[in-house]
């Protein structure tokens, strides 16, 4: 879906027709149908219209969200949505210099990494649920197989939180992440910049766009390529990426065509292990591995995408987005699969995928109308959608078990890849499709009163199985009704409150694990909330969240196999609190706290525990002060802050956790205003080098993800 820049998004706190007004005022007949207060309104916004009309409008201001069509796929403002979209600006992903999703949603509460997959993948729980491949991390509001969505083309990332398979379909309860990509602009400019880390090495980056002569086309170009030292004591992160995009911006219609493409070589590294009998850390250098230099993976990923606008009429707009996504690569690694406590000694195998290849597909087309039915406005919303994910691995490498590495005198070389094929664990497959239809309305009650229902009806086929020869483990189709109704009530213009009730779905799916008729995962949600627009510069929302979910999968290993089984019930209930914006002309702020209960309430074996890797308690602040005018009208920023967890549970049965902790981050910016302006940032993560752990495997002790030390980034940026 592409982000679509509201008509008023400048005008804050308008609660009727401040989005739409000139679908409603163009006929006079509905005008003189409507009660005066409406007209009122009417009359009242396009006086603000007419003063805020040459505004350079967009969906943030510095570090402030002002809208997002991320929630009801419409413009409509933030306080007018019952449901919480959280925003990290393009301007703080700037001053933190973010580099990976991860670093991106430290800003936003009670979302946090989980299972990496040896640090290949992005994966994070949102209110508790979640996981890697569950595609809940999408491009532009489109379902897509990318490893790492995060790149040099992110202009911003925004999260909505809870049950969100209305328009989106099959997701996990706890929300989506959209990561909204730049697009070609009519006004030519560019940037081009450099990075150097302390960990050895660096990255660079150019940025060109405008539009092309003599037609209504305008085009952008982006690239980035890094080569930097892995901060343990081997390995390398090597990448390079392109993305050229074109627009061509008609009278009535715009349309938008983009691709990228990705080739990374990355360590394949599952991190550390906890000793279950003190429940700790082993006690080595965080910077010392336990696997092998040929740990690592090799892969190349395409997007490719069309976004297509037309404005019928005055009042209603026909959209369709396409989405085209494809990941392969092959790894190999020396697994941990066992460790003696007393001895410190190892048990390991090496392990190997070669050959993996996903796919999806994914389109959806819309009609949007901005309406005056029965006196009252709406914003309808109604759709047709349609998915395909294919994944294939073909090579699945197993080999014997092999003892005599031991941590605290580790000794490398002495096992070698391996080639042999496990035909049982081979050409693991799975495919999902489709067909969805969905209808939604935003309906202005009174000039307080907002309700935005919707209902969405998804018939989908599921396939897989592996094997030599291929043994199917499942063939399964359904269909499912998946409701929400929110209502919103303007408790003064800048001040709303919100409610919602909404369920979401997912099947059941393994490529490795047998799952026969296991039922799909169903969820239920409540949510109640506050939003504010304070200072006329800051967003804030309060939440509390009930989310109740039965037929959870869960892996467990079991004689070295994976088995795939389900909890009778699980349940999320919590509070989380954001707001970002300035606080003052030269002080700009983004804050979060968040505090989930997330465990099981109904199966025999983890009844009351707490789901793995879910803290109870989330928090992170930010803030940067801005001197203009230090010399020759230059303007140094500082800023500092923050981020920290409680502890987690490190498997489905909390045999050991994961400590809190809290990181620092720091950096300084002098941007010298010349005739091609340049930007010198220095940049300090994890300031105090703090030892902490983002994340575990989920199944056993022996995969946890240790956070990167301290690392310092001199960044040199020219503007054009």
Same mark, same amino acid.
């Given at each position: 879906?592409?982000?679509?820049?509201?008509?008023?998004?400048?005008?804050?706190?308008?609660?009727?027709?401040?989005?739409?007004?000139?679908?409603?005022?163009?006929?006079?007949?509905?005008?003189?149908?409507?009660?005066?207060?409406?007209?009122?309104?009417?009359?009242?916004?396009?006086?603000?219209?007419?003063?805020?009309?040459?505004?350079?409008?967009?969906?943030?201001?510095?570090?402030?969200?002002?809208?997002?069509?991320?929630?009801?796929?419409?413009?409509?403002?933030?306080?007018?949505?019952?449901?919480?979209?959280?925003?990290?600006?393009?301007?703080?992903?700037?001053?933190?210099?973010?580099?990976?999703?991860?670093?991106?949603?430290?800003?936003?509460?009670?979302?946090?990494? #989980?299972?990496?997959?040896?640090?290949?993948?992005?994966?994070?729980?949102?209110?508790?649920?979640?996981?890697?491949?569950?595609?809940?991390?999408?491009?532009?509001?489109?379902?897509?197989?990318?490893?790492?969505?995060?790149?040099?083309?992110?202009?911003?990332?925004?999260?909505?939180?809870?049950?969100?398979?209305?328009?989106?379909?099959?997701?996990?309860?706890?929300?989506?992440?959209?990561?909204? #990509?730049?697009?070609?602009?009519?006004?030519?400019?560019?940037?081009?910049?450099?990075?150097?880390?302390?960990?050895?090495?660096?990255?660079?980056?150019?940025?060109?766009?405008?539009?092309?002569?003599?037609?209504?086309?305008?085009?952008?170009?982006?690239?980035?390529?890094?080569?930097?030292?892995?901060?343990?004591?081997?390995?390398?992160?090597?990448?390079?990426?392109?993305?050229?995009?074109?627009?061509?911006?008609?009278?009535?219609?715009?349309?938008?065509?983009?691709?990228?493409?990705?080739?990374?070589?990355?360590?394949?590294?599952?991190?550390?292990?906890?000793?279950?009998?003190?429940?700790?850390?082993?006690?080595?250098?965080?910077?010392?591995?336990?696997?092998?230099?040929?740990?690592?993976?090799?892969?190349?990923?395409?997007?490719?995408?069309?976004?297509?606008?037309?404005?019928?009429?005055?009042?209603?707009?026909?959209?369709?987005?396409?989405?085209?996504?494809?990941?392969?690569?092959?790894?190999?690694?020396?697994?941990?699969?066992?460790?003696?406590?007393?001895?410190?000694?190892?048990?390991?195998?090496?392990?190997?995928?070669?050959?993996?290849?996903?796919?999806?597909?994914?389109?959806?087309?819309?009609?949007?109308?901005?309406?005056?039915?029965?006196?009252?406005?709406?914003?309808?919303?109604?759709?047709?959608?349609?998915?395909?994910?294919?994944?294939?691995?073909?090579?699945?490498?197993?080999?014997?078990?092999?003892?005599?590495?031991?941590?605290?005198?580790?000794?490398?070389?002495?096992?070698?890849?391996?080639?042999?094929?496990?035909?049982?664990?081979?050409?693991?497959?799975?495919?999902?499709?489709?067909?969805?239809?969905?209808?939604?309305?935003?309906?202005?009650?009174?000039?307080?009163?907002?309700?935005?229902?919707?209902?969405?009806?998804?018939?989908?086929?599921?396939?897989?199985?592996?094997?030599?020869?291929?043994?199917?483990?499942?063939?399964?189709?359904?269909?499912?009704?998946?409701?929400?109704?929110?209502?919103?009530?303007?408790?003064?213009?800048?001040?709303?409150?919100?409610?919602?009730?909404?369920?979401?779905?997912?099947?059941?799916?393994?490529?490795?694990?047998?799952?026969?008729?296991?039922?799909?995962?169903?969820?239920?949600?409540?949510?109640?909330?506050?939003?504010?627009?304070?200072?006329?510069?800051?967003?804030?929302?309060?939440?509390?969240?009930?989310?109740?979910?039965?037929?959870?999968?869960?892996?467990?290993?079991?004689?070295?196999?994976?088995?795939?089984?389900?909890?009778?019930?699980?349940?999320?209930?919590?509070?989380?609190?954001?707001?970002?914006?300035?606080?003052?002309?030269?002080?700009?702020?983004?804050?979060?706290?968040?505090?989930?209960?997330?465990?099981?309430? &109904?199966?025999?074996?983890?009844?009351?525990?707490?789901?793995?890797?879910?803290?109870?308690?989330?928090?992170?602040?930010?803030?940067?002060?801005?001197?203009?005018?230090?010399?020759?009208?230059?303007?140094?920023?500082?800023?500092?802050?923050?981020?920290?967890?409680?502890?987690?549970?490190?498997?489905?049965?909390?045999?050991?956790?994961?400590?809190?902790?809290?990181?620092?981050?720091?950096?300084?910016?002098?941007?010298?205003?010349?005739?091609?302006?340049?930007?010198?940032?220095?940049?300090?993560?994890?300031?105090?080098?703090?030892?902490?752990?983002?994340?575990?495997?989920?199944?056993?002790?022996?995969?946890?993800?240790?956070?990167?030390?301290?690392?310092?980034?001199?960044?040199?940026?020219? &503007?054009?």
């Amino acid at each position: 879906m592409t982000p679509h820049t509201p008509s008023f998004a400048g005008i804050k706190g308008r609660a009727l027709f401040s989005l739409a007004c000139a679908g409603v005022l163009t006929s006079p007949g509905l005008m003189a149908a409507q009660p005066a207060a409406t007209q009122d309104k009417k009359e009242d916004v396009m006086t603000v219209v007419g003063e805020t009309a040459q505004a350079d409008l967009s969906a943030t201001d510095g570090y402030q969200p002002l809208s997002s069509s991320t929630a009801t796929l419409t413009s409509m403002p933030l306080l007018d949505i019952p449901q919480v979209v959280n925003t990290v600006s393009d301007k703080v992903l700037e001053d933190q210099h973010v580099t990976t999703l991860d670093e991106a949603l430290y800003n936003v509460a009670n979302v946090v990494q #989980t299972n990496t997959l040896g640090g290949t993948q992005d994966a994070f729980t949102r209110r508790g649920f979640g996981a890697n491949r569950d595609g809940s991390v999408m491009t532009n509001g489109l379902r897509t197989v990318l490893p790492r969505s995060f790149n040099a083309a992110t202009s911003r990332v925004e999260v909505l939180k809870g049950p969100s398979s209305t328009l989106y379909g099959i997701l996990d309860p706890g929300g989506l992440i959209n990561v909204i #990509t730049k697009r070609p602009e009519q006004t030519f400019g560019g940037s081009l910049s450099g990075t150097s880390s302390s960990f050895g090495g660096g990255s660079g980056q150019f940025d060109v766009t405008g539009p092309i002569d003599g037609t209504p086309l305008a085009f952008r170009l982006i690239g980035e390529y890094q080569n930097e030292d892995y901060w343990r004591n081997f390995g390398n992160n090597r990448s390079s990426f392109i993305a050229p995009s074109l627009a061509w911006f008609g009278e009535d219609a715009t349309v938008n065509l983009s691709w990228s493409h990705r080739d990374y070589h990355v360590p394949f590294d599952r991190g550390t292990i906890f000793d279950l009998n003190t429940g700790q850390a082993v006690k080595v250098d965080p910077k010392v591995r336990f696997d092998e230099p040929f740990n690592i993976t090799d892969g190349k990923s395409d997007l490719a995408q069309l976004n297509a606008e037309y404005r019928l009429n005055s009042a209603w707009t026909a959209r369709v987005d396409y989405s085209y996504s494809q990941d392969k690569y092959s790894d190999n690694q020396a697994r941990v699969m066992a460790y003696d406590a007393k001895t410190g000694n190892l048990t390991r195998r090496v392990d190997a995928t070669q050959g993996s290849t996903q796919k999806m597909h994914a389109a959806r087309a819309d009609l949007q109308g901005n309406v005056v039915i029965g006196g009252m406005y709406n914003e309808i919303l109604s759709g047709i959608a349609y998915e395909n994910y294919d994944l294939l691995r073909t090579d699945m490498i197993r080999c014997k078990n092999v003892k005599g590495f031991n941590i605290y005198s580790p000794v490398y070389g002495t096992l070698d890849k391996c080639t042999t094929v496990s035909a049982a664990d081979s050409d693991q497959r799975i495919q999902q499709e489709s067909y969805a239809a969905y209808v939604q309305d935003a309906l202005y009650l009174t000039d307080r009163w907002i309700a935005v229902t919707g209902v969405r009806y998804q018939y989908y086929t599921q396939y897989a199985g592996k094997g030599r020869p291929f043994q199917e483990n499942t063939d399964s189709a359904d269909r499912k009704w998946t409701p929400k109704a929110g209502l919103v009530y303007k408790l003064t213009p800048s001040v709303s409150l919100f409610g919602n009730y909404s369920q979401a779905f997912m099947p059941q799916s393994s490529v490795a694990s047998y799952i026969g008729d296991l039922p799909p995962e169903e969820s239920t949600a409540w949510e109640l909330g506050a939003k504010f627009e304070l200072f006329r510069g800051v967003t804030a929302n309060i939440a509390l969240f009930d989310i109740h979910k039965r037929n959870v999968l869960y892996n467990e290993q079991i004689g070295g196999e994976t088995i795939a089984k389900t909890a009778g019930k699980v349940r999320s209930r919590g509070v989380e609190v954001d707001l970002a914006g300035a606080l003052t002309e030269n002080l700009s702020v983004i804050a979060s706290y968040g505090y989930t209960d997330a465990r099981v309430t &109904d199966d025999p074996d983890y009844a009351g525990k707490p789901l793995p890797n879910v803290p109870k308690h989330t928090g992170s602040l930010f803030l940067t002060y801005d001197i203009h005018n230090v010399w020759n009208s230059n303007t140094l920023t500082f800023g500092a802050g923050g981020h920290g967890v409680s502890r987690r549970s490190g498997t489905n049965g909390a045999d050991y956790y994961l400590p809190g902790y809290a990181v620092a981050d720091a950096f300084a910016a002098y941007r010298l205003k010349l005739q091609y302006p340049v930007t010198l940032q220095v940049n300090v993560k994890n300031l105090f080098d703090k030892t902490y752990y983002t994340s575990s495997i989920a199944t056993n002790n022996l995969g946890n993800q240790i956070g990167d030390p301290r690392e310092v980034q001199f960044t040199v940026k020219m &503007d054009f």
